[in-house]
């Protein structure tokens, strides 16, 4: 099967067939070529040695090579077939599968409460329609191959699709949620939570509305659902570029004023930390950081109303990350956490390290990106979070690493200890399954009662509706409880019911 | 530089990999291949500094310009910017992401029910790992461009991803649904539910079983996902590739008999069919088809027992789709459709017509496929089925053009009819959110009552808490009755309660 498959890959790879002398002889040259690629990138490298993207690239090619020896290869070459995911992604096996469906129903239950819509767009779109959003980010974006027709990208992140979303569909208001994967051919650290392939989590309000209440809602949003994913003490960072750009970068502020800015960052709390930058004599000469600092005051006003100011820091070391963002940015970090990964949240590019570690939620104002998709350059102010899932996976996982995490809902299992009832266990298992009884049978003819029986143990299937001779006779089944091990006789008419019953006390 | 260095050598190294006719040629070509590749290499090198500092952002700063001339151009520059979402693909409102959930929930409540775990995996797969899975089809795969690195493609199915898994991590046992999008470079046909992008929603059961248990069971959910979603009535046809072979392939098959084939397709049910075929003198001489008909038998004798032999036809003249196809397959149609969409199920390529239109689920057996991806060829037998989901969302956002369906979940609206009441409102909001109520509040300051009303209606809102100077001197909150309009106070200890049973009554 093996060799067929390499020789018919070779035949469709390269698009002419060849006999297995021709093979193994261009396998040959594939060795030399490994070989003599190798050396000269080593020379090449010397003299990049200092750019990040150097080894990788040289790891890749050669992975690339060998991929292709794989290829060449016939028979004797099985070993070098590659059985691996894409660099940079992973699988999701039952169990991972069962705690991302826990943390999404927990952060879509929140989305709802909030009274959010929600919407899907394509994986890839139109290369143009993310070349200038991401500054220097964007060489890592995935192009797709130029087989004919449009020039397409993978989705860098949820919000430019969004934002093009609502400029082709001429939307000026949406409380929307989008949770799906994006991709980004960053240097992944999959220990780390960081990946090639991820999900991203969004939340985001588009509309003209009174300043800062949606706003305030974002935080209320993130402080909720990071309180009820249990992962202990967090804090949610707060800058404003605009503040910060009168502070930070303008000449003209005395550089005292810059030293007070040390202190600033360290307090706690927005509302008082407001009022004392607006009395600061140089700052307050400046209408545009004065507006922030007005607004500053509002929101916290707001977050008050809220009850999540205990969680609220305003910090101007907080580094802007993505380039669409306007105005006010926030990032939400674990406290608590030891060995912090680093996760993909939208603030902020995956690999900048120094933004990223530890953050698990992230975002901000883009008023300005919407309008970059309409002709008119008509705008619509948005503002937005994203929950870092991937982090908060991982976190999870290790978590469950010792807990045994059911990964079906099966209610009870159709078994027998005796020969030759198979035809009496499907007839039984249907009857369930047609009254919406979550119920599995083993697919042999004649399975031990011992092995149907550990059968539940493995999955947690807590019932067991165990048929003999006898029990078909008198017309009833023999209910099994596996954690407790008793068993009743129940008549065929009132086992789902009985199955019911038992499934809600458990 | 670095990087482009990578993409520009192997964009070299393997532009060989479309065209050339003759292995000596390859060979040949393999030579040029390292010389250019040292030449460049020297190049990379001896300019990596001045690029690695300034070839991205020329580029960034070039597409910006272009970008932003496209905005600010004037009618002649208007065509230039495409607004839309890529070729054959389309974005889910949140009307249709509603649609979409329910369907969803339907299936899964299904998959559930029979004991099935759910795993995913990435949007991509190394192209060798699809590579010789699809035959003809394989020119609909989309590949992504190299961009230095591994050589990848988005997943054509999900069956093929399935079986790497399996073989990735030795996995002998398994039932499990996967629901995903897959891609297709296939012509779109949009109104008939055709795309480029398309879910699959797929379950198999892989293992070493008893024969035709976990093929009865397949049906069976095709069966009951069917007429779950109350599409109108269908036929699920059943056909067996060595049994067809034998009648319709083989040479010393009589005309006769191949006449008589005519017949046996358009006969209902399947038992007694196998019945007559059986006793055909020669087909009988055959051990293949015997046994093929025998497995038949008995997969009718235990879809007897399942209580779904009404709609399961045996019929010679469905085709066998997709390359890894072996012994039975089976499709699912409406046969009450007017304008039959044409759908993309797994059984049979998206391109053929004649496979497709109509179609809503397809699978079958595939015992070869995981062995493909295995070093030692062990093979892993298996069995799926594939709703054809987009042909199903289709119907129902057809159904439900006329019909309003709500895109949120919101309970309650928290109003006011007089101003300056904003902080109120968002503390009794928080309160709401706090307690669990799904509640929205509008991001205004002085919003008038008739458009709060208004929003109720629009989004379907069935409560509103109404709060005056009044009300809050009384600590009470008139709750109105969005359809009915009547209010009446409720104290504010008791509003959480109050709308939790009536949202129960609605």
Known sequence: MCSRTGVQTFGNYFSF????????????????????????????????????????????????????????????????????????????????????EKVFDTIIRCFKRHGAETIDTPVFELKETLTGKYGEDSKLIYDLKDQ??????????????????????????????????????????????????????????????????????????????????????????????DVKNEMVNEKGLASEVADQIGEYVSMQGGKDMAEKLLQDPKLSQSKQACAGLADMKLLFSYLELFNVTDKVVFDLSLARGLDYYTGVICEAVLTQTTSAPATQERNGPAGEEGVSVGSVAG????????????????????IGVSIGIERVFSIMEQKAEAEKIRTTETQVLVASAQKNLLEERLKLTAELWDAGIKAE???????????????????????????????????????????????????????????????QQL
């Not at 030399?32 to 080894?55: G, K, P």
């Not at 000026?172 to 220990?191: E, F, G, L, S």
């Open 17 to 100: 067939n060849t006999g297995h002398s021709q093979n193994s002889h261009s396998e040959h040259r594939c060795n030399q070529l490994i070989n003599n690629e190798y050396v000269m990138i080593r020379q090449a490298s010397d003299c990049c040695m200092y750019f990040c993207l150097c080894a990788q690239q040289i790891d890749e090619e050669v992975s690339k090579l060998l991929q292709l020896k794989a290829q060449l290869g016939g028979d004797e070459d099985k070993h070098t077939f590659v059985l691996k995911t894409a660099k940079g992604t992973r699988d999701y096996n039952p169990k991972q599968m069962a705690i991302r």
């Open 363 to 382: 975002g901000g104002r883009y008023d300005g990106l919407v309008g970059m998709f309409d002709l008119k350059g008509r705008k619509v102010p948005c």
């Open 441 to 503: 049978v083993l697919y042999k003819k004649n399975p031990k009662l011992l092995s149907q029986l550990q059968h539940c143990e493995e999955t947690g299937i807590p019932l067991v509706a165990i048929l003999g001779e006898q029990e078909i006779k008198d017309g009833v089944v023999k209910l099994r409880t596996v954690a407790t091990r008793e068993e009743v006789d129940v008549s065929r008419a009132e086992l789902v019911e009985e199955v019911k019953k038992r499934c």
């Open 148 to 241: 004919g027709g449009e020039l397409l990208s993978l989705r860098y992140d949820l919000t430019v699709p969004f934002a093009r979303y609502l400029a082709m569909n001429k939307i000026t208001n949406i409380k929307r949620y989008h949770i799906a994967k994006v991709y980004r051919r960053d240097n992944p650290a999959m220990t780390r939570g960081r990946y090639r392939e991820f999900y991203q989590c969004d939340f985001d309000i588009a509309g003209q509305y009174d300043p800062m209440i949606p706003d305030a809602e974002c935080l209320k949003i993130v402080h909720e659902i990071l309180s009820e994913l249990d992962l202990g003490d967090f804090r949610i960072k707060m800058s404003w570029e």
